[in-house]
């Protein structure tokens, strides 16, 4: 791979774990509206990554768009309140990866996630002074790919990656005319990526040599 100029990370399943807490904020919501529902882990882990309408329609099928979009945005909103609390797993080399990668790199994050949570959850880690910017599906409720370019634009960058963990990052990855990096210890499984890493450190040692 030609040495880049820009990592562009994605948050869940790639930098850290906060499924629980996503689940609790949606059994908060269902109890407060007496919906009789209740969602655990598993239920949510296949749909990791995945824009806001789509996990609306797999959770909420009975309640039509509007409404169930109005359920979603309440979930985030609590969610805003609880993250920073509850937080999550963050996987292990993130942090020190992050560092060590901000000597020779632009970072940037872009999630398919609420409005303001990077910045909930870099505030979490204490990853702010590596994070040169931040970009998340709630801002406009657009692909990745679109935003990818946002981010491009904006700053200029010539040579990016988006490092991700899912079939869709990658899917994403390639509409946006950019090299895909995958690592497998997320949520997400597929055949289809430029290089690929069982773990961060191996990630951070890749980019450094490089």
Same mark, same amino acid.
């Given at each position: ?47 990791? !990554? ?7 329609? =797999?959770?909420?099928? *009975? @309640?039509?768009? #509007? /409404? ?47 409005? !303001? ?7 979490? =880690?204490?990853?702010? *002074? @590596?994070?040169? #910017? /931040? ?76």
């Amino acid at each position: 791979m030609q040495k880049p100029d820009s990592i562009i990370f994605d948050m869940d399943g790639t930098l850290w774990d906060a499924v629980d807490t996503y689940a609790q904020s949606w059994n908060i919501i269902f109890e407060q509206k007496n919906i009789n529902r209740v969602i655990e882990r598993h239920h949510l882990m296949n749909m990791m !990554g995945w824009e806001g309408k789509k996990v609306v329609a =797999a959770l909420l099928p *009975e @309640y039509s768009e #509007d /409404e169930g979009m109005e359920i979603y945005n309440t979930v985030t909103t609590l969610r805003s309140d609880i993250l920073p609390k509850m937080g999550g797993r963050l996987y292990e080399g993130v942090i020190d990866g992050l560092k060590q990668l901000s000597t020779q790199y632009q970072l940037f994050i872009l999630s398919n996630c609420a409005k !303001g949570h990077i910045r909930l959850f870099m505030d979490w =880690a204490g990853i702010n *002074e @590596y994070i040169v #910017d /931040e970009f998340a599906y709630g801002v406009n409720r657009m692909p990745k790919h679109h935003n990818i370019a946002l981010l491009q634009q904006k700053h200029h960058l010539k040579n990016p990656v988006y490092v991700g963990d899912t079939e869709g990052d990658g899917q994403q990855s390639r509409l946006a005319g950019i090299p895909f990096v995958f690592v497998s210890y997320g949520f997400g499984k597929t055949d289809d990526y430029d290089v690929k890493f069982d773990d961060f450190t191996s990630l951070t040692k890749y980019f450094l040599d490089l």
